[in-house]
């Protein structure tokens, strides 16, 4: 069974400056990797996602994330960051083994620093 | 169109109310989806419909009934809810089961009193 770890529980930065959110998985099979946001008060959505092929991908909001497999890792990150990019990030991963249903990293939350 | 629309967007209700909640989409997704979101968590996965089928019925209480009257609709039956069932309750749709992501309509936010 695949688990997620989003080990930062909140990353504060200031304006502009470049960001990275961690996201580590634990799997026995081939995953499919995602990335979404929750802005306040508001539902999620996808950033970006690791299906196949390229290992770095890039999303909306000149995010990008690169999938490595021998760390089994899937960081999110954003050279230069905005106070519109303060919301909750959360990784999820879905496999073969569990019917492909999303597993939730504990999220990660961007406080964007003036 | 590429949205998931849920309505309403708030709701209140006492714990002896029936209510229900809506989601559509027309994106021509086979798979739908209820989750229930409690503050500062992740989402958890209540409810999933695959072709119109529940194929996934976890340990969620009977008071919360799922219907999917065709490929396009979820609906989310709330009968006799306690306080703790206060969270916002989010629909997803996807091409097919878990298949290459999902997307989450912006959920209807709950409060049982």
């Known amino acids: 069974a695949q688990s997620v770890t989003q080990l930062d529980s909140q990353v504060p930065v200031f304006e502009e400056a470049p960001v990275e959110l961690r996201c580590n998985y634990s799997s026995s099979v081939s995953v499919y990797l995602f990335w979404y946001v929750q802005y306040p008060n508001q539902g999620l959505q996808l950033l970006l996602k690791y299906l196949s092929g390229s290992t770095l991908v890039k999303g909306i909001n000149g995010f990008e994330a690169e999938f490595n497999k021998s760390q089994t890792s899937f960081h999110l990150r954003k050279p230069s960051v905005h106070i519109s990019d303060t919301a909750e990030y959360f990784c999820?991963?879905?496999?073969?083994?569990?019917?492909?249903?999303?597993?939730w990293g504990a999220g990660t939350k961007l406080i964007i620093k003036p | 169109d590429t949205e998931v629309t849920q309505t309403p967007k708030h709701l209140v209700m006492g714990m002896t109310n029936k209510k229900s909640l809506k989601c559509e989409q027309h994106?021509?997704?086979?798979?739908m989806y209820w989750y229930k979101q409690k503050a500062k968590k992740p989402p958890e996965l209540m409810f999933v419909y695959s072709y119109e089928k529940l194929s996934i019925n976890e340990s969620v209480p009977s008071r919360f009934s799922p219907e999917c009257p065709n490929s396009s609709l979820l609906n989310l039956h709330l009968h006799a809810l306690q306080p703790e069932d206060s969270a916002l309750y989010l629909c997803?749709?996807?091409?097919?089961?878990?298949?290459?992501?999902?997307?989450f309509g912006s959920g209807t936010r709950l409060t049982v009193v």
């Open positions: 997803a749709s996807s091409q097919t089961q878990g298949g290459y992501g999902y997307t």
């Open positions: 999820a991963v879905s496999a073969a083994d569990s019917n492909y249903q999303l597993i």
């Open positions: 994106m021509g997704h086979r798979a």
